[in-house]
């Protein structure tokens, strides 16, 4: 039996430790007192995943993981020491992520990872890694443009978010401004925007084609036009209303309209927003932004996370693969919810722009 994978078993024994169970090809694993289901009986056929418990024995669950040897999931921090971090994956003992599977940075308790599961080949361990592109899928000929998809925020730039496509291959999603900020673990849905030759995947958060209302102010303005010039959303519509229409959360939402407002494009009344006419399209300097609470910050403040000493880049080398405990020499501290040393701020700006980990 393989560590980490579901098997079709029949109870056979019952001993004092629990129950024995058998494949049909034989393979026997007890299945521990405390997993064995109260109206189990010999000669039951039961589900049951292999993994190591509490005490390193190689056992039997009816429990389910949220992840298998070999797949893709994104988990949550559990604990943190020195060897690597600790992810709940739904079962008694946690799953291991070693430091040198790690992207980088200080993890800690409630960040979200998304990871791939393996057998650590020289401890029979079932381990995770966070560097991911070596195990995406290749196969793509179920994708196809314009299609509906589930995205995993894995990776981030200013520009862009590399996302697992349904738990499986991989695509690059470009960040427009005006939309939601990201961070890793985010779990989104999205659309497949283009195929290339070479099997590249560019990915949008919104439907694909003419109609569909983009992040970028023209897609405001073409629906405005295309609407005679006006349509019923402000201030007072409702969040999920926004989000069914626009696909954008409000807060989105209201900064493109502040944008389109402060460039003379729109005029903001208490029904919704209006095309500007031609002739008054000035632009709007001063006084308070458009929808603005002064109550509250304009923009969310969840502090952006992201790795220092990262190098962000399409063909970033792996290193060494063998997993492991913490490296040699002393590893340097740093939090991916704050900055030291160098700051990594885009466009000199320490905070805001793109996210890193989620909650």
Not at 110 to 122: N, T
Not at 128 to 145: G, Q
Not at 181 to 187: A, E, H, K, Q, V
Request: net charge negative; charged share 30%; proline share 5%.
């Amino acid at each position: 039996m393989k560590i980490g994978r579901f098997y079709h078993v029949r109870a056979e024994e019952r001993m004092p430790q629990g129950v024995y169970v058998e494949t049909d090809h034989g393979d026997r694993i007890l299945l521990p007192n405390s997993k064995v289901p109260e109206d189990l009986e010999i000669g039951d056929e039961l589900d049951a995943f292999v993994y190591l418990d509490s005490e390193d024995r190689l056992v039997a669950t009816t429990e389910q993981p949220l992840v298998e040897a070999n797949h893709f999931a994104v988990l949550e921090v559990k604990d943190v020491n020195h060897v690597g971090a600790f992810l709940d994956w739904g079962l008694d003992k946690d799953l291991f992520l070693p430091y040198k599977q790690q992207l980088g940075g200080e993890l800690r308790p409630g960040d979200k990872c998304v990871i791939y599961a393996l057998e650590d080949e020289r401890s029979g361990r079932l381990v995770a890694t966070e560097k991911l592109r070596n195990f995406l899928e290749t196969d793509i000929s179920d994708l196809r443009v314009g299609q509906k998809v589930s995205l995993a925020v894995y990776e981030m730039d200013e520009n862009w978010a590399d996302c697992l496509i349904n738990l499986r291959s991989g695509g690059r999603l470009f960040i427009h401004p005006g939309e939601e900020r990201l961070y890793i673990g985010d779990i989104i849905d999205g659309y497949i925007e283009e195929i290339r030759d070479d099997g590249k995947i560019t990915l949008s958060r919104f439907p694909v084609g003419y109609n569909s209302v983009r992040t970028h102010d023209n897609g405001i303005l073409q629906e405005l036009k295309e609407n005679g010039g006006f349509l019923p959303y402000g201030d007072h519509t409702a969040p999920e209303e926004i989000q069914a229409h626009f696909g954008l959360s409000k807060k989105a939402f209201k900064k493109l309209i502040g944008g389109l407002f402060r460039d003379g494009k729109i005029v903001i009344e208490e029904a919704g927003i209006r095309l500007a006419p031609q002739g008054n399209r000035k632009p709007f300097h001063g006084g308070h932004k458009p929808f603005h609470n002064d109550n509250k910050p304009f923009r969310g403040e969840k502090p952006r996370r992201f790795d220092s000493e990262r190098h962000y880049s399409g063909d970033r080398h792996f290193g060494d693969r063998h997993f492991g405990d913490k490296p040699n020499g002393e590893r340097k501290s740093f939090s991916r919810n704050s900055f030291s040393g160098k700051p990594r701020g885009f466009g000199g700006k320490p905070h805001g722009g793109f996210g890193g980990r989620g909650k």
